[in-house]
């Protein structure tokens, strides 16, 4: 039996972490998903990643970069998230899937709520604990991470409405796309700074020669 909850839209992520096998059915039914709090979210989730790096404790800290660069965090958070909505889409769009991008975006984005809480708290925890009380915070990582993989399969099975073993296949075939993208994205790159490389060196000996 469910419930109508009258919830606001941003308050939904906080229900399906609670209720994480029936809470993304109701999302879906009820239309209860929002691209701008998925887009917060995924704006949380990177600075969370970018605090992560810096404010980690001394004890637990293993960069220690002279430079810090933001372009990594920024790749392995906010550009692996994108590249899973457009991987999982375009996969499950042929698997017979039901879900939108909105939709797949909204809910994966909602999936990443425990990961969040759990990393903020292990950046407080590693400045107050030792080194022997490292386990604390590995099992606080640990059951974030565990528990946004429970969202993530609960989400993917509401949203594109298949049964368990489907959705688990859909899901590896997705990780499976998400690398070829990742591929595919590496080579127009490299192709990209080829080309210019080029152009810069043709325009270069042009000006040279018109120079002399």
């Known amino acids: 039996m ?11 992520p906080f229900y399906v972490v609670r209720h994480p096998f029936e809470g993304f059915e109701d999302v879906r039914w009820k ?49 692996i998230f994108f590249i899973w909505v457009v991987g999982n889409w375009s996969l499950c769009t042929l698997f017979d899937g039901e879900g939108k ?4 975006m909204c809910v994966t984005a909602y999936s990443l709520v425990p990961y969040i809480i759990a990393q903020v708290i292990c950046i407080f925890a590693s400045n107050v604990l030792t080194r022997q009380e490292s386990t604390i915070i590995t099992l606080i990582s640990y059951i974030g991470l565990v528990w946004s993989a429970v969202l993530i399969i609960s989400a993917m099975k509401a949203v594109h409405q298949y049964s368990m073993p489907k959705t688990i296949l859909a899901i590896v075939f997705t990780i499976v796309a998400m690398v070829i993208i990742v591929l595919v994205l590496i080579l127009l790159v490299s192709l990209f700074q080829q080309v210019v490389m080029f152009v810069y060196s043709v325009v270069t000996e042009l000006m040279y020669r018109f120079s002399m």
């Not at 991008?101 to 797949?104: D, G, L, P, R």
């Open 31 to 79: 239309k209860a998903y929002h691209s701008k709090v998925a887009l917060v979210i995924v704006l949380i989730f990177f600075i969370v990643n970018v605090c992560s790096r810096l404010m980690t404790g001394f004890v637990f800290q293993t960069n220690f970069e002279k430079v810090f660069n933001v372009v990594p965090i920024f790749s392995s958070s906010v550009l």
């Open 101 to 104: 991008m909105n939709e797949i």
């Open 2 to 12: 469910r419930f109508d909850f009258n919830f606001p839209k941003w308050q939904w």
